[in-house]
């Protein structure tokens, strides 16, 4: 299989998650001690289990968020470490549980957890470290912040559940789609960026800013994966190309291909998803398809349109190092498929 679709006529840009980096770089330093410190058990399989997802090299988005929204306020007490920990582990739980009910080999190019040790103990790694979570949540002692990413859990889950109710189901709506990614990976990212200013103490509309930046970049952020996975590389992945068509997922290039397509080549998409024969002749079709309808190109624009909701979120907020760096982070995630 050698075709992969061209994005390079996007406009490019010189963003990067540097400035939020360079930003938070003290405080996650801490972070990370308190992951290393907190993935630990007596139990030997937890610790290796979580380590091996935490260690895989992700670029610890959510956390940086948490810190750099709590510090954009002033806020200068210690609580923000253990929430922007307790927001990774939650994303390695999820990872952890995502991988088993995907029933994906590789994650980051590396093998997933559960083709080492098995899907019963990445399940119940996952909860160990949701655990940790919440006790962290209860120590740092705002029932506003434990409200905050408690819910987001429960939205996650119902997420994967929803996902799973119209898994290879070629009549997903965009707005079922939405509705998935907006629970299954918006709610975290707008959790991460909320409880910053709750322990800062700010206003309800400087909380209310930072909650709808994060939602809507964790719009943006899945919809430019969905884009890769039919037009990146495995470098900016950190799994194949063409591994969600291969898992037989419902994303929304497919389903405006889908929906845009004849009947002809609908029986295609719903014998490739639906059937299962989703082999690399299928795949170049699908990226065919996918070409013909112009479906990377709408699902772009779709992510910009959120990621223009985000910058105006922050839009009414003092200029501070800490805005320019999310910012930033729009760019660089809209930079990603260009």
């Known amino acids: 299989m050698g075709v992969v679709v061209s994005l390079e006529d996007g406009k490019q840009r010189d963003a990067s998650v540097k400035p939020l980096v360079d ?31 935490i260690s895989s090299g992700g670029k610890r988005l959510r956390p940086m968020l948490t810190l ?80 905050v990413l408690s819910t987001a859990a429960a939205v996650i889950a119902e997420g994967e559940v929803l996902q799973l109710s119209v898994a290879k189901n070629m009549e997903t709506t965009e707005d079922d789609y939405l509705s998935v990614i907006r629970a299954k990976t918006a709610a975290l990212f707008s959790a991460a960026c ?32 969905d884009v890769l996975d039919y037009g990146g590389s495995a470098n900016d992945l950190g799994k194949n190309v063409g591994d969600d068509f291969r898992e037989g997922k419902i994303t929304l290039p497919v389903v405006l291909a889908y929906r845009r397509g004849s009947e002809a080549e609908r029986a295609f998409w719903r014998e490739a998803i639906e059937g299962g ?45 800490e805005k320019a760096a999310l910012l930033e982070v729009i760019a660089f995630c809209l930079n990603r498929a260009n």
């Open 23 to 53: 930003k938070t770089r003290g405080d996650m330093e801490r972070v990370n001690q308190l992951i290393l410190s907190k993935a630990g058990s007596d139990v030997a399989m937890i610790p290796e289990v979580a380590n091996h997802l």
């Open 68 to 147: 750099a929204s709590a510090t954009m306020f002033g806020y200068s007490g210690d609580f923000h470490i253990k929430l922007a920990t307790s927001v990774e582990f939650m994303h390695t739980a999820t990872l952890l549980h995502d991988d088993v009910v995907d029933e994906s080999d590789l994650r980051r190019g590396r093998s997933t957890a559960r083709m080492i040790w098995g899907n019963q103990a990445s399940v119940l790694v996952g909860d160990f470290l949701l655990g940790q979570a919440f006790k962290m949540m209860v120590e740092v002692g705002s029932l506003e912040a434990l409200d």
């Open 194 to 225: 909320e409880v910053g200013p709750i322990i800062a103490e700010t206003s309800k509309a400087e909380r209310s800013a930072l909650r709808s930046y994060g939602i809507n970049l964790g719009l943006a952020f899945q919809l430019i994966d």
């Open 277 to 321: 024969k989703n082999d690399d002749a299928a795949l170049e079709k699908a990226l065919g398809l996918i070409t013909k309808y112009g479906s990377l190109k709408d699902t772009m624009a779709r992510a910009e349109h959120y990621a223009s909701i985000a910058r105006d979120a922050l839009a009414p907020l003092p200029d501070s190092d």
